[in-house]
């Protein structure tokens, strides 16, 4: 039994993909767990409106994080400022004060809902809440846009790398290297069904949210589509860097489990990125699903427009180029393609007519 | 090489392959033999070629000069089986036929297992842009002749290993190519089927075609036209078996006993000794009674070829 545990120590210590696995996976989540995974909101984004705006915001509770004050602020402006996600919540004051609470940031806006009770229990008086976009706090609501962007990461991610390190296990894409193909119709060929799937299954799930879960779509499709587009540029991007890296289907679960995680975790899916410590908040916005969510979201609960989401369309738009031109590059690296420019680098005569050789130069005896 | 011939010459891929030279003639199998590591797959891989080797898919036969300008470092599949080194400058030149007219069947497969049958015929139809009449005449005709015509839904997962090897054959002459190149498409498989396989290899040579196959057996190595042995990435013989084996050097004595175990080999129940040239001293204790002098074979050639080749420890042929 002792060569047995001796045998796999080795083996686990010769496979330093299992070796990272093993010990960074535990620090990644105690990270996590510790830093990110909480549900309380500490700090809340807020805006005073209204002529009383000046004289109201000293009284607010020290958890509101008041962003702005504007006395000359209506009611439609604290609207406009939700939907632009300027801040969760607006208090507008004036004759009729109202409490406007953004609740497609479910956790948030519970925080305030319950602050705003206990406020009015405190004082005795009873000030209107309006909840927007998301009315019944519904936790289907704010999760359905976001399962959208997991699943456009397993299928981008995961189901195409294993895809691709399929055909190199089985020896075929040595095969297609050698058909008369270009590599582009071998790359396009092998992404453009995946491509296709997700289109369908972005589809199939926002219809199934839509009218399973009473899911609100405010916004237009069309902008949640090229939202998706994006973001699975990138999520099949890195799909293609996992499988040019991977020999085997196992090996690529593992690379695509490491990066699928942290999305899941980090990303504002779960647990809000307010509520986590500034010194891991930076990598949500690393992550691709970061900002794809706050696309879903946006669109879906809230009908915002391209001129409040474009900084995650940027974000998006910036890594789509990164990743998916550097998988573009490695892939046709690994088809063993040359770059037009290299051919032509090759230069004059790259295409010759054999030489006649005399036959018997063609034969080399030891 | 004469105008239709096909191979490479001076072909050094660091660092699997040094210095190679290979004439693939027209209607020829031309074997490469060596062991597990000895460059055969690099080899076949650049005679075959890749995505943008032969871009003008007009021409017929070109020439390409390899030149050591772009680091292959990071095609990270592309790694020596011996070294574990990725393969890096290449040099010398390839001639082969365009794209449209080379085979190419890698080592293990070049199959889909999700596929049937037929599926996997239709792809590599569509890729060989074959279509219409010939598509029929055609995937009949190798389906007939690998004897697949039975099951074409059979899944190409479920069949055996020397029916899966034959669909890989078959889908690679679907285009009646003018170059096949065929990498170990007899290994792991039994010996009914290499047999068959080797069947068909002769009759795509008859038709025509230029055939180069690897393979790691030597008597398989015997049936083909001519040999080139690598050994370590270096051409150890090269010509046809039936020379290399007439000039094997020395002589060759089959004996119950060996004089000398470094310098011998098991053939059967029996030793076979090589008496290198110069060592009258072995010759004059053998007892010829008993002991009989034999012809080598291809595969005795190759042993003593790799006997004496410099890099050969000094204890062993000292000893």
């Known amino acids: 039994m002792l060569a047995m545990i001796r045998k796999e120590f080795r083996e686990v210590r010769r496979d330093r993909r299992t070796l990272a696995m093993l010990l960074l996976l535990p620090l990644v989540l105690l990270i996590v767990f510790g830093y990110a995974a909480s549900f309380d909101v500490e700090q809340i984004k807020a805006i005073v409106y209204g002529p009383d705006a000046e004289v109201v915001e000293p009284h607010l509770p020290d958890k509101l994080d008041v962003v702005e004050v504007d006395p000359t602020g209506t009611k439609q402006d604290g609207e406009q400022a939700l939907q632009d996600q300027e801040a969760v919540v607006a208090i507008v004051t004036g004759a009729e004060p109202v409490v406007l609470i953004d609740g497609s940031e479910l956790f948030s806006a519970k925080a305030a809902q319950a602050g705003v009770a206990q406020m009015s229990a405190e004082t005795g008086m009873t000030v209107d809440v309006e909840v927007l976009f998301n009315p019944d706090l519904s936790t289907s609501a704010v999760m359905v846009p976001a399962i959208i962007g997991f699943i456009l990461v397993f299928i981008g991610t995961v189901i195409t790398s294993l895809g691709i390190v399929r055909e190199r296990q089985v020896g075929t894409l040595e095969q297609l290297a050698v058909m008369p193909f270009r590599a582009s119709d071998v790359i396009l060929g092998k992404i453009v069904p995946y491509l296709v799937i997700a289109v369908i299954d972005l589809v199939l799930v926002t219809a199934v949210g839509v009218v399973l879960f009473d899911v609100p779509f405010e916004g237009s499709f069309a902008l949640l589509a090229l939202g998706g587009l994006l973001f699975l540029l990138v999520t099949l991007g890195l799909g293609i860097l996992i499988s040019t890296v991977s020999q085997n289907q196992g090996q690529a679960i593992q690379l695509a489990l490491m990066t699928t995680m942290p999305q899941v975790l980090l990303s504002g899916m779960v647990f809000p990125i307010d509520s986590m410590a500034a010194s891991v908040r930076w990598i949500a916005y690393l992550l691709p699903l970061t900002w794809f969510i706050r696309i879903s979201r946006g669109v879906m609960l809230r009908g915002a427009s391209l001129a409040s989401l474009w900084l995650p369309y940027l974000a998006l738009a910036g890594m789509a180029l990164v990743v998916f031109s550097m998988a573009v590059f490695r892939f046709r690296q690994d088809l063993g393609a040359r770059s037009g420019r290299a051919r032509a680098a090759d230069g004059d005569g790259a295409i010759l007519e054999p030489e006649p050789q005399p036959e018997a130069a063609t034969e080399v005896l030891s | ?319």
């Open chain 2, 1 to 319: 090489m004469s105008r239709s011939d096909f191979g490479v010459r001076s072909l050094t891929v660091e660092p699997a392959l040094r210095d190679v030279d290979l004439t693939a003639p027209a209607g020829a199998v031309t074997a490469v033999v060596g062991g597990d590591g000895a460059g055969k797959s690099t080899l076949l891989r650049t005679l075959a070629g890749g995505i943008g080797a032969s871009a003008d898919r007009r021409c017929s036969n070109v020439t390409v000069p390899c030149r050591a300008k772009r680091s292959l470092a990071r095609r990270n599949f592309r790694r020596d089986k011996a070294s574990g080194l990725p393969l890096r400058a290449e040099r010398g030149s390839v001639t082969r036929p365009a794209a449209l007219s080379i085979g190419y069947v890698p080592t293990g497969s070049g199959f889909y297992p999700d596929l049937t049958v037929e599926e996997n015929i239709r792809f590599a139809a569509t890729a060989y842009r074959v279509r219409g009449d010939d598509l029929r005449r055609r995937s009949e005709e190798m389906l007939g002749r690998t004897d697949l015509a039975s099951f074409p839904d059979r899944l190409a997962g479920d069949l055996s290993g020397g029916q899966r090897q034959k669909l890989a054959l078959a889908m690679a002459t679907l285009h009646e190519p003018a170059l096949l190149v065929l990498d170990e498409p007899t290994t792991g498989i039994d010996p009914v089927s290499r047999a068959e396989m080797w069947r068909l290899i002769a009759r795509f040579a008859a038709d025509g075609t230029a055939v180069v196959v690897a393979t790691s057996y030597l008597d398989e190595a015997e049936r083909a036209l001519s040999v080139l042995v690598l050994h370590d990435g270096s051409v150890l013989l090269s010509g046809r078996p039936d020379a290399l084996a007439a000039t094997t050097p020395g002589a060759l004595i089959d004996m119950r006993q060996p004089l000398d175990p470094t310098l011998a080999w098991r053939v059967g129940r029996t030793w076979r000794q090589w008496i290198p040239p110069g060592r009258s001293d072995l010759l004059a204790s053998v007892d010829l009674a008993g002991n009989h002098p034999v012809g080598a074979r291809l595969s005795d050639a190759v042993i003593v070829a790799t006997l004496k080749r410099p890099s050969a420890s000094s204890k062993e042929v000292a000893a």
